[in-house]
């Protein structure tokens, strides 16, 4: 039966069938399928669209489509992640954004939403977020770990612009910087001069562990 409820979220987000991505959404809750495989699932699936999108096979309004479908499934699957999570001790402060420029959404709810289920206190400040708001996050909350996603090879940029802001205003070692996203590899995050990077949500949870000690 999970397999089975796996497949069929699959192919509703690859075949932007909004209604059906909330109802095998409601049947994987129901049925009790692991929320991260069901996660895993919906990722591949908005890949692949992106994939064909990239070699030209498909266009922008399928992207919205299958994006559209992607998220009227997550947040049932996010709140049963939530609410299977077991409550403990917060184990430090994060503040996540999409880098400004980019609009992208949906790989940093699932870093949020991991995090929040793996113990830590999370400040999604949203998409599209600039360095200067970031930094006034930093402050209000007390991060101790600033997350960015970034989607985009224009908007990668924008992290190293946060990351040299942080330096000019002298809070440079005040938080741990890990960074992600679509355009982001290693070598990329190494020379910004981040703190951490991880290719996936899930290891963005044992990256800001690590990267706080715990
Ligand atoms: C859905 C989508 C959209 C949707 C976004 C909806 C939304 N609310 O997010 C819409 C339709 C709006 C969109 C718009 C555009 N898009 Co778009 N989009 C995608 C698509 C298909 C999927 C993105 C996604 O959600 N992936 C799934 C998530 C789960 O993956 P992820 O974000 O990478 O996150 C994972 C990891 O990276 C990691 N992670 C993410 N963040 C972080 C942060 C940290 C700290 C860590 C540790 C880890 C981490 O965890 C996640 C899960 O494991 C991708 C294709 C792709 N292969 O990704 C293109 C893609 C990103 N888009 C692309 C483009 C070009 C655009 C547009 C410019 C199109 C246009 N001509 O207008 C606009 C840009 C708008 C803007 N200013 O941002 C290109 C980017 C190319 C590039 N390298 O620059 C891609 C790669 C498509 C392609 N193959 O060409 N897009």
């Known amino acids: 039966m999970s397999l089975e409820i796996i497949e069929n979220l699959r192919r509703a987000v690859i075949e932007y069938d909004t209604e059906a991505a909330t109802s095998w959404a409601e049947r994987a809750v129901a049925e009790k399928v692991e ?24 266009w922008l309004p399928d992207l919205v489509g299958a994006a559209d479908a992607m998220q009227a499934a997550m947040p049932l699957i996010e709140a049963e992640l939530r609410r299977t ?3 403990r001790e917060s184990l430090g402060t994060v503040v996540v954004g999409t880098v400004f420029g980019d609009i992208h959404s949906i790989g940093k709810a699932m870093v949020c939403t991991l995090l929040t289920a793996g113990g830590f206190e999370v400040h999604d400040l949203g998409v599209n977020i600039k360095a200067e708001e970031f930094i006034e996050a930093i402050d209000e909350y007390k991060a101790d770990v600033l997350a960015m996603s970034a989607l985009l090879t224009m908007t990668a940029a924008e992290q190293r612009k946060v990351i040299d802001t942080l330096k000019e205003r002298g809070i440079r070692e005040k938080v741990k910087v890990m960074v992600g996203g ?18 996936t949500a899930p290891g963005a949870v044992g990256l800001a562990k690590r990267l706080l000690g715990k």
């Open 35 to 58: 929320p991260t495989q069901a996660l895993g699932a919906l990722t591949e699936a908005i890949r692949q669209v992106g994939d064909r999108f990239g070699k030209g096979e498909l």
């Open 85 to 87: 999570g077991a409550k």
């Open 182 to 199: 679509g355009a982001i590899t290693a070598d990329f995050a190494e020379s910004i001069g981040a703190d951490g990077y991880d290719p």
